[in-house]
């Protein structure tokens, strides 16, 4: 009874949020005014924002939330018999249940709060360098992946002597398919991947590859940093061991984070911290852990991050799926036939499976320089290595330009980002 | 000129930009204009390289002052450079090291060198910096 979560709790008037099932083309433009940030010019120019693949924009439920618990509904979690303590640990708790079923896990204590998909990824690798990884023993990623499902493998490698293996990608950014079955052997212990690509925008066939691993009894973490935003995660039908992700990309709070893990596997692995809350007792001679998540949640928690984290579950769930989707698809299509039609231009992540998330390259125009015109058109956008090197490599370019959009995100926009990426590409021609 | 002089030289040139665009599209200019560092000096221990752009510094010591020539693969960048050059080229290392360059913020650059930014201009300056220091020492 505790640990339902009740929303008068925190005085917000949630209930405008029903407003979003619109069925018409009007429910885009409904669901940015629910975002403040959106709202405003940069540089003199009313902002475009297309680095969602970097971070979202909050709706005001999840920014009013925050406010409302720094404001008077902040007492420590878990520990307390104040009301305070009992109202943080409500919503910190309620959250979890959320979240549980957003992505559909088969109970509360399968939901880990982290600090986002680095913190969860890090948490794993750690746990699977001291209780599993030994020489000989391999792990095996993607070669699309972010520096975050890399460089925890690395480092667990170097702990435990184990050796990284990477399947590779092909000329449209998509996972080969055909080499999986000669890097998946008996030495690999955990497969690491990648749901939907941060570069490429692919939405690789994570399917497949948990069904082999499953079949030699090796686990999958399924990176969703991305996935999440854009697709309907059921962790159960999907079957991966562990799936991670963070707030911040979803609507939600920077500084919090998910790892779902499946229970049996949560309480077989060790902690990755020590601290308050993840014991059960503590003596100078032995200290027992606390079952999962508490386990993995060592020290206090970000408990404002969580509970914001589950507005954000509560305002996805009310957006309108199909409208959505048919605006992302629309915008898609958009940009692809645009961006084609520009001859110096280059599209990296070619797949009819695709979000729209478009990295590209322009002959004769540095991508900085492009985003450093843009910006002051009021356009943001990401340029750089996008936190993942080796993509860079396997494409050969040193590094991309990359527009990538949201829910709210509208076709308009699209319009306009072309049209400035014209005029850019014109500036430096 | 002192490079002071040069400075308050620049701010009045970037003064007759009224329109952000026709800023960028002189810096864009410049950058075009500057003498492209010969490949063989495009020298991996001359790249200072950031998440953005990649900038190359060749340094030289010849009659008590030091002669710059730079270059990178982003051409607003590039551009900037060319205004350091134009700045610091040819000083001696003491002046190269007493000078704060304020002319960056008054023409309205500076989030070019914030060091979020990662785009090699701001590590630039330093290893500009740092060549006048090693210098001056070697002189001494």
Not at chain 1, 85 to 92: D, G, I, N, R, W
Not at chain 1, 237 to 266: E, Q, R
Not at chain 1, 377 to 389: D, F, I, K, P, T
Request: proline letters at 3%; glycine letters at 6%.
């Amino acid at each position: 009874m505790f640990l339902r979560y009740n929303w008068q709790l925190c005085f917000v008037n949630f209930g405008v949020i029903k407003l979003l099932k619109m069925k018409n083309r009007s429910s885009i433009l409904n669901i940015r005014s629910f975002f403040p940030a959106l709202d405003q010019t940069i540089n003199g120019k009313k902002l475009i924002y297309l680095d969602n693949g970097a971070t979202s924009q909050k709706p005001i439920s999840v920014i009013e939330l925050v406010n409302e618990m720094n404001s008077g509904i902040n007492g420590n979690i878990h520990r307390a018999v104040h009301e305070l303590s009992a109202k943080t640990t409500a919503l910190y708790e309620g959250a979890r249940d959320k979240v549980m079923n957003f992505v559909n896990a088969s109970c509360r204590e399968e939901i880990i709060f982290t600090g986002g998909t680095t913190a969860s990824i890090n948490l794993v690798a750690f746990s699977f360098s001291r209780d599993i990884l030994k020489p000989g023993h391999s792990i095996l990623i993607s070669g699309g992946e972010h520096h975050s499902n890399i460089v925890p493998w690395q480092m667990a490698c170097e702990r435990s002597g184990a050796t990284l293996r990477v399947l590779p990608l092909d000329d449209n950014g998509c996972w080969r398919m055909d080499l999986l079955d000669k890097l998946l052997d008996s030495s690999v212990k955990i497969v690491s991947v990648a749901h939907i690509s941060n570069i490429l925008g692919v939405i690789n066939p994570i399917e497949e590859v948990i069904k082999k691993a499953h079949s030699l009894n090796i686990p999958v973490l399924i990176d969703g940093a991305q996935g999440i935003v854009h697709s309907k995660v059921d962790v159960q039908k999907l079957g991966c061991d562990f799936y991670a992700f963070s707030g911040h990309k979803m609507y939600g709070p920077t500084g919090i984070g998910v790892l779902y893990g499946k229970y049996n596997l949560l309480e077989k692995i060790s902690p990755f911290m020590g601290g308050g809350d993840m014991i059960e007792s503590v003596n100078f001679a032995k200290t027992t852990y606390a079952p999962p998540p508490l386990k993995f949640e060592a020290g206090t928690p970000n408990f404002i991050g969580a509970a914001a984290l589950g507005a954000a579950v509560d305002f996805i769930s009310e957006i309108d799926v199909e409208q959505a989707s048919i605006n992302e698809k629309e915008i898609t299509q958009y940009m692809l036939k645009e961006l084609k039609a520009i001859e110096s231009i280059t599209l990296y992540g070619n797949s009819p499976n695709k979000i729209p998330l478009f990295s590209f390259t322009v002959k004769g125009a540095h991508p900085t320089d492009l985003a450093l015109l843009m910006d002051n058109m009021g356009v943001a956008l990401r340029s750089g290595q996008m936190c993942s090197e080796p993509v860079m490599d396997r494409f050969c370019v040193e590094s991309m330009l990359r527009a990538s959009f949201a829910v709210y995100n509208t076709i308009e926009e699209a319009q306009q980002f072309i049209e400035s990426l014209k005029k850019a590409i014109k500036m430096l021609a | 000129m002192t490079i002071k002089e040069v400075e308050h030289q620049i701010i009045e040139e970037f003064a007759l930009f009224t329109d952000w665009m026709d800023k960028y599209e002189y810096l864009i200019e410049l950058g075009k204009s500057v003498p492209i560092i010969s490949e063989s000096a495009k020298l991996d221990s001359n790249l200072i390289k950031g998440c953005q752009s990649r900038v190359w510094l060749d340094a030289e010591f010849k009659d008590g002052r030091i002669f710059f020539k730079a270059d990178s693969d982003a051409v607003i960048t590039k551009g900037i450079i060319s205004l350091l050059i134009r700045l610091l080229s040819g000083r001696t290392a003491q002046e190269i090291l007493d000078a704060n360059l304020d002319f960056i913020k008054e023409i309205g650059l500076q989030e070019n060198l914030s060091p979020t930014r990662a785009n090699g201009l701001l590590s630039m300056i330093k290893q500009i910096k740092i060549y006048a220091m090693a210098f001056s020492a070697t002189k001494k």
